[in-house]
């Protein structure tokens, strides 16, 4: 993802932007400060990078017109765009030729220690 983001010329905040826009396509940006957990007016700043960038667009919301909607308008399966996924691609492609035993396992503990985790943020 680093060196993604080095030829892409965009920062760790921008390509996690970009990434949720483009599983959540329509977005508000109401939902993608939420997910980054910035300032109303960081996450305008920020899509207006993505919007210099061409790398998204809003859209009025046909229903509501005081909201945008935000799209991915580059092909994150295309060069350059497509470095910023790779990484998740090829874990994916490890764990799908993995042990589906051990894969499992994995997984049954990783929820353990993330219930583990969300149970100590509770109590505290």
């Known amino acids: 993802m ?3 983001r080095r030829e892409l010329k965009i920062g760790e905040l921008d390509a996690r932007a970009l990434l949720f826009i483009a599983d959540n396509p329509g977005a508000r940006p109401t939902q993608l400060r939420q997910y980054l957990g910035i300032t109303s007016a960081g996450v ?3 899509i207006d990078r993505l919007v210099e960038r061409e790398a998204v667009r809003r859209d009025v919301d046909p229903d509501d017109r005081r909201v945008n909607r935000i799209t991915v ?4 399966g295309e060069l350059p765009w497509s470095a910023l996924q790779q990484f998740d691609n090829d874990f994916d492609r490890a764990v799908a030729a993995g042990d ?5 396992h994995f997984a049954r503990t990783l929820d353990d220690f993330t219930a ?3 149970s100590m943020a509770r109590a505290s």
């Open 2 to 4: 680093i060196e993604a």
């Open 73 to 76: 308008t580059v092909d994150l």
């Open 116 to 118: 583990a985790v969300a």
């Open 100 to 104: 589906r035993e051990h894969t499992a």
């Open 44 to 46: 305008t700043t920020l």
